[in-house]
């Protein structure tokens, strides 16, 4: 018989054949199963049965008179060949059978998840089999009923329209009157939930893809949105009338959006901004400081710059550092670069600036120099001789060595005690009106008469809770800009004909600043162990860039810029010789049973009890890119056996107070845009690392006495040299920021370092 060949060593419901009864049903597993057919044998040949290899039938059916023999290949014997009569052969159970009467099974007990894998398989592989749109239809009808009883609107109404689409014949009326009805109901939970966007494309697609069937959901959702339309047009023509512009603005914006076919929608918008011009603003991060000269703060640094002006403003970068502004007029350098003048032009500036006077531009400089004063600024001290007046409106310097950039020593913030006013007072074109719901809306209100009938008479800012959102918030046109975009977020934006995607022109440095006494991270080679069990390419390529090629993202191995292009100017504080360290957790975890080890040592030899390995408290902002970045470190360290905290700051703060013991070690995105200066900001003892190591000193005083832009490179690169090893912060990457604004706003500029540096110039087209 066709078995006698078969060995029995293996159980029987393990062997693709029997001697007797029939297979078991393996239900869901059937799917994990090779496709075969069985074929039964006649109790007078001995009975049982074999899973074979599909029949190569005519069309996968049996013939009715069948002659001779019928040729067969069992599964796991592929090699033999196994010959039965067909006189032997009670009946063959196809696969595609096996398939139909499993979904029909399911179908029935209204296990419709359990039905789907066979029905796909079945549409797959057998799509002319007769009876599968039968099955198919009715999978989708009951399905839909199932799901209508449970209040799964959406995807009832998903399963309908799939269901019209492949078989219309079906059951019209019913299926029809079942998606008006399913549409109704969903649209009365969408504008209940205030989902009025969603609503709005949901009808929109339905008026177009079934207007030969006249949904009546259609039609009665069509005149409410109209109605609603109305009543809020009605109301922002009321609220304008009475010169409450910012609510006018917002109940415009929703008329339009609720029906956008609703006719003077467009002319009342423009008429209120003619009225009233505002720009609103998606931002990541709130500002809750002001401060333009912020190094490691990108809400305070953006928003200072609105309110405040600098001294000397970095406008970008040229071949030979940055390129400063003097916002009081011109600043003359000396070819030997050892005397430089301030020249003040009062009838080219703008109130209150205007009112500066020479003295008083003196005075100010030489408290930067004088160590007693709260001002005082050391690289300025060792840079300038003497300070002098040549005539009310020149301020002269002359300096005890040359220097390459003398200009990026004064960056000093301007308020309004520079002019007679208040300690604080605002000197930019805007002031700060209030913060509303915890920093989520911040108001900017231009603070004198407008330039221009165009010019912004606010500026709004919204924070977002992550990028997707401002994404949407954009398109929508509920924001006009967003300042700092996801690079994932950037292309997807940059597809749109409505929306500009600028890159700003100089990089971020994200690095992990320790900012505690905690005693492990006192030990460089603790601090080494961190950098080792970082897979800093991972994060950054995965989690940050999502998969996604952006020039200029990179992984560092220093606090210092790399550029973003090869031979990059940006990158003069770089050694690209110096590669960062690697993702290697076993070294990590070496590094740490050394530190262990040596500070068991220490202990020992002063006679000390050895500290405990306390639990390590990361600290980032309240931003999505932060809390992402942060994540992802907090994982990879644990698996090193340490134990971490994460610890969220306060909205618009991004470094832990000095008299806070909140954090160990902080995520800090660093605008290093002028090493030659900024090297002290960030590593110095008053800088963010607060380093108080000899080897740091002495790099950081080597620069601050160069005399030519080559004595200030070498310098750099040796500072980086001396970071990379000492590691008195942990460098991560650097990131190439971008900003996005609707095209009808116009005057933001192409190459800003700072969304705002041209907000005196903003103005919204019609």
């Not at 009975?47 to 049996?62: E, I, N, Y």
């Not at 099955?135 to 209040?151: C, M, S």
């Not at 609720?258 to 209120?272: A, C, K, N, Y």
């Amino acid at each position: 018989m066709l078995f006698t060949l078969f060995t029995h060593s293996a159980s029987a419901d393990m062997m693709p054949f029997a001697e007797s009864g029939k297979p078991q049903d393996p239900g869901l597993e059937l799917l994990q199963e090779e496709a075969h057919d069985i074929v039964f044998f006649t109790d007078k040949a001995g009975g049982g049965w074999a899973k074979v290899q599909l029949l190569d039938f005519p069309g996968r059916t049996p013939p009715s008179n069948p002659e001779k023999s019928l040729r067969l290949k069992v599964l796991g014997y592929e090699d033999i060949d196994f010959v039965a009569k067909w006189k032997d052969i009670d009946r063959i159970d196809l696969w595609e059978e096996r398939l139909e009467r499993e979904t029909d099974e399911r179908i029935a007990k209204g296990d419709f998840v359990g039905a789907y894998p066979f029905l796909s398989i079945l549409i797959r592989d057998f799509p002319n089999r007769k009876g599968l749109r039968s099955l198919r239809t009715d999978f989708l009808w009951r399905d839909a009923i199932a799901r209508a009883k449970r209040g799964e609107l959406g995807p009832t109404l998903a399963m309908l329209e799939e269901l019209r689409s492949y078989a219309p014949e079906f059951q019209r009326s019913n299926v029809i009157r079942a998606m008006s009805g399913i549409a109704d109901r969903y649209m009365a939970s969408l504008v209940t939930d205030g989902k009025l966007d969603l609503g709005q494309q949901l009808l929109g697609r339905l008026a177009t893809d079934y207007q030969n069937d006249r949904l009546p959901a259609v039609k009665k959702w069509k005149a409410k949105f109209r109605e609603m339309a109305t009543a809020k047009q009605k109301a922002a023509i009321a609220a304008m009338k009475e010169e409450r512009y910012r609510e006018a603005r917002q109940l415009a914006l929703e008329s339009i959006y609720v029906d956008p076919t609703l006719e003077g929608g467009q002319q009342l918008f423009r008429e209120i901004h003619r009225r009233y011009p505002m720009v609103n603003v998606g931002v990541l991060q709130s500002a809750t400081e002001l401060e333009p000269t912020r190094i490691d703060n990108w809400a305070a640094r953006r928003a200072g710059r609105l309110i405040y002006r600098t001294l000397f403003e970095i406008q970008g970068a040229g071949p030979e550092g940055g390129e400063y502004d003097f916002i009081f007029g011109e600043a003359e350098m000396s070819p030997d670069r050892m005397e430089f003048d301030l020249l003040i032009n009062p009838g080219k500036l703008e109130p209150p600036l205007n009112r500066i006077r020479g003295f008083y531009l003196a005075d100010v400089i030489s408290d930067r120099a004088r160590p007693t004063s709260p001002s005082y600024f050391s690289p300025w001290a060792s840079a300038v001789k003497s300070i002098g007046l040549d005539g009310p409106q020149q301020v002269s310097f002359k300096l005890n060595r040359p220097h390459v950039l003398p200009t990026c020593l004064l960056q000093v913030p301007v308020d309004g005690s520079w002019f007679g006013g208040k300690p604080g007072s605002p000197t930019g074109d805007y002031v700060r009106e209030k913060i509303e719901d915890d920093a989520k809306l911040i108001r900017y209100t231009l603070a004198g008469e407008p330039r221009t009938p165009d010019q912004p008479r606010e500026i709004v800012e919204k924070r977002l809770s992550s990028g997707s959102d401002g994404v949407s918030a954009l398109l929508q046109g509920e924001v006009d800009v967003l300042d700092q975009l996801f690079p994932a977020d950037a292309v997807r934006l940059s597809k749109s004909k409505n929306i500009r995607v600028v890159n700003y022109p100089l990089p971020t440095v994200h690095m992990l600043v320790p900012c505690s006494d905690h005693a492990y991270l006192a030990e460089r080679t603790f601090r080494r162990a961190l950098v080792y069990g970082i897979n800093r390419e991972d994060i950054l390529a995965g989690e940050l860039l999502e998969g996604l090629e952006s020039e200029g993202c990179r992984v560092l191995s220093g606090p210092f810029p790399a550029g973003i292009e090869l031979n990059d100017p940006l990158g003069y504080a770089y050694d690209q010789e110096l590669l960062p360290r690697s993702y290697e957790p076993p070294l990590a975890k070496l590094l740490i049973a050394m530190n262990e080890s040596q500070m068991k040592t220490l202990a020992a030899r002063k006679k000390e009890k050895l500290p405990e390995l306390l639990p390590i408290r990361l600290a980032y902002p309240a931003d999505n890119l932060s809390r992402v970045a942060c994540e992802a470190i907090s994982s990879q360290w644990e698996l090193l056996g340490l134990k971490i905290e994460l610890v969220e700051l306060p909205v618009g703060q991004t470094f832990p107070d000095d008299d806070e013991d909140i954090a160990d070690i902080v995520y800090v995105s660093a605008a290093v845009w002028e090493p030659v200066i900024d090297a002290r900001r960030v590593l110095g003892p008053e800088g963010l690392a607060k380093s108080s190591d000899q080897l740091v000193g002495l790099g950081l005083r080597r620069i601050e006495e160069a005399r030519n832009w080559r004595e200030v490179r070498d310098g750099l690169v040796g500072l980086h040299f001396i970071a990379h090893h000492e590691l008195p912060i942990l460098p991560l990457w650097q990131m190439v920021d971008s900003y996005a604004y609707r095209r009808e706003l116009i005057g933001v500029g192409s190459d800003i370092v700072s969304l705002y540096q041209n907000a005196d110039n903003w103005r919204l087209g019609k």
